[in-house]
C-alpha cells in the first residue's frame, strides 16, 4: 500500500473486555513497531517486529498486552481484560530495515478509549 | 538510560517569524536523531533526521537542524513560519545499543501561530 494503514481508527470499549488493533505495514517492510501515545505519558516504544519474529517486547506494559506479526505483513496488537489506563492513540510504524538509518513510517492510529 | 528532552510545551510565534525547537538528549553514544511532526489527528511525519557527518540538516517544509555534540543538542530552526506549520513537534533518538533501533521521543512541543 502506499503507507501504514490501521483499524480501526476509533475503538471504544468497557472494561474488562478484549480488543484487537491491526497494522498494515508498508509492503516489503522488515521492520514494525508499536508504540503508544497518552497525555501522561507521551509517546512510548511497546515491541518491535524484524519478520516475524519480536526481540524486542521490552516496552509491553503488562502481561495483558501481546502482538504476533503473520508473512511478514500485517501485525496485530492484543489488549486482554482493558483497563482505563489503557485509553491512549497506538501508533503502528515499519521501516525498511532494523537498522539506524531506516526511518520509520507512522500509521495514523487508532484511539482507543476504555470505559 | 537514554533520554531526550523537549524543555518547550508550548511556544507560540507570528507568522512570518522565526523558530526554534529545543531538544536535548542523553545517550551514551552519539543517538541517530529525528524531528517529527504530527498535526491533530494525523500520525508521525518525518521532518529530517541526522546519523553522521555534517552537523546541519536540511529537512521537508523548510525545516533545518544542528546536531550540537557538545551541548548535547539537536535544535530544530526554520527562518519564516507559516500558519500552516501550527502542530506537535517530537524530537527523538534511537542508537545501535538498542537493537531494535526503537526511538525514544521527546515530551513533545505545541507550535502556535499567529496570523
Known amino acids: 500500500g502506499a503507507g501504514v494503514s490501521q483499524s480501526p481508527s476509533n475503538k471504544v470499549t468497557e472494561k474488562g473486555k478484549d480488543v484487537e488493533l491491526r497494522c498494515d505495514p508498508i509492503?516489503?517492510?522488515?521492520?514494525l513497531y508499536w508504540y503508544r501515545q497518552s497525555l501522561g505519558q507521551g509517546l512510548e516504544f511497546l515491541i518491535y517486529?524484524?519478520?516475524?519474529?519480536?526481540?524486542?517486547k521490552s516496552g509491553l506494559p503488562s502481561d495483558r498486552f501481546s502482538a504476533e506479526r503473520t508473512g511478514g505483513s500485517v501485525s496485530t496488537l492484543t489488549i486482554q481484560r482493558t483497563q482505563q489506563e489503557d485509553s491512549a492513540v497506538y501508533l503502528c510504524?515499519?521501516?525498511?530495515?532494523?537498522?539506524?538509518?531506516?526511518?520509520?513510517?507512522f500509521g495514523p492510529g487508532t484511539r482507543l478509549t476504555v470505559l | 538510560a537514554q533520554s531526550v528532552t523537549q524543555p518547550d510545551i508550548h511556544i507560540t510565534v507570528s507568522e512570518g517569524a522565526s523558530l526554534e525547537l529545543r531538544c536535548n538528549y542523553s545517550?551514551?553514544?552519539?543517538?541517530?536523531l529525528f524531528w517529527y511532526v504530527q498535526s491533530p489527528g494525523q500520525g508521525l511525519q518525518l521532518l529530517l533526521k541526522?546519523?553522521?557527518?555534517?552537523?546541519l540538516v536540511q529537512g521537508i517544509k523548510g525545516f533545518e537542524a544542528e546536531f550540537k555534540r557538545s551541548q548535547s543538542s539537536f535544535n530544530l530552526r526554520k527562518p519564516s513560519v507559516h500558519w500552516s506549520d501550527a502542530a506537535e513537534y517530537f524530537c527523538?533518538?534511537?542508537?545501535?545499543?538498542?537493537?531494535?533501533?526503537?526511538?525514544?521521543f521527546g515530551k513533545g512541543t505545541k507550535l502556535s501561530v499567529i496570523p
Open positions: 509492503s516489503g517492510h522488515t521492520a
Open positions: 510504524a515499519s521501516s525498511l530495515g532494523a537498522g539506524g538509518a531506516g526511518e520509520q513510517f
Open positions: 517486529f524484524q519478520g516475524n519474529s519480536a526481540p524486542d
Open positions: 541526522y546519523f553522521s557527518g555534517d552537523t
Open positions: 527523538a533518538g534511537s542508537y545501535s545499543g538498542a537493537g531494535s533501533y526503537q526511538l525514544t
Open positions: 545517550y551514551g553514544a552519539t543517538p541517530y
